[in-house]
């Protein structure tokens, strides 16, 4: 159960952010009892709820109110905040922190015997992605015709299966690319965790200064590993 009266924070359950921003929160204070196979986690010394869910549904738990902050990738929280534009949902958050974990970048990669000379070789291809709004964002600022297949999974996979012709994927190290005979072209978003909340004016006096209380703590957490 959650209390309206306490702060609630959405976290990734399981994944990539999730110790990170657990890490943070415990840095700066939060004393957390997680249980692994629990939604929510409670704080034992701040009127703090995390809710442990997929990274997906982080912003739109934000932008509908049903959390008051949320840490997330740049790269998803950019990506639904399109999508619910597009579908007339609220799209709303401010970001209270940029943090120093969780750096990727979304890149469009060919297969290595493609021939490429800049992005008008992508005319008329189709590029597999779990990012499409971002992709066809993308296109339409470069001009380009292209087209944006959805995938959830495997995406590194598609131009093998024939599924596509390229790929616009998450990219850190450049190993996934390179294992799968892929070669890394236009950097097309660079992304970062982020903190992030929903609009301040709807935050109770007594969530919000809380949250003034916590996050010039975040800034001491960063400044002390630069
Ligand atoms: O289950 P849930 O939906 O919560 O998790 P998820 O599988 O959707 O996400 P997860 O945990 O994989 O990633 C969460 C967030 O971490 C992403 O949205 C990014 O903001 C960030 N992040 C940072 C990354 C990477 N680096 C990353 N390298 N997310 C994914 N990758 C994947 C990428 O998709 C590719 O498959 O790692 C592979 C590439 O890595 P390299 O090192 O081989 O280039
Ligand atoms: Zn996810």
Redesign the pocket.
């Known amino acids: 159960m959650t209390d309206s009266k306490r702060l609630r924070i959405a976290v ?6 999730s110790d990170d921003s657990i890490a943070l929160l415990k840095a700066i204070g939060v004393k957390l009892s997680i249980r692994d196979r629990l939604l929510i986690a409670h704080s034992t010394n701040e009127k703090i709820d995390l809710l442990r869910v ?3 549904d982080i912003p739109g738990l934000v932008m509908d109110g049903v959390v008051d902050l949320g840490f997330i ?1 740049e ?2 929280l950019e990506e639904k905040m399109l999508e619910r534009k597009a579908s007339g949902k609220p799209a709303d958050y401010e970001v209270l922190r940029r943090l120093d974990y ?3 970048r979304l890149s469009i990669a060919v297969p290595n015997e493609m021939p490429y000379a800049g992005v008008s070789s992508l005319e008329g291809k189709r590029v597999a992605t779990t990012y499409p709004f971002l992709l066809e964002r993308y296109f339409i600022e470069q001009n380009i015709n292209a087209k944006a297949v959805m995938l959830t999974g495997s995406v ?1 996979v598609a131009p093998r299966a024939g599924v596509a012709d390229a790929i616009c ?9 390179e294992a799968n005979g892929l070669e890394e072209k236009e950097v097309i978003f660079r ?1 970062k ?1 982020v903190l992030i909340q929903r609009k301040d004016s709807e935050l109770s006096d007594e969530k919000q200064a809380l949250i003034e209380r916590l996050a010039p703590r975040i800034d001491g957490v960063l400044l002390a590993k630069e």
């Open positions: 990734q359950k399981s994944g990539r952010l997929r990274d997906d990738g790269n998803e969780g750096g990727c590194e994927d998450l990219v850190s190290t450049g190993a996934t690319l992304s965790a």
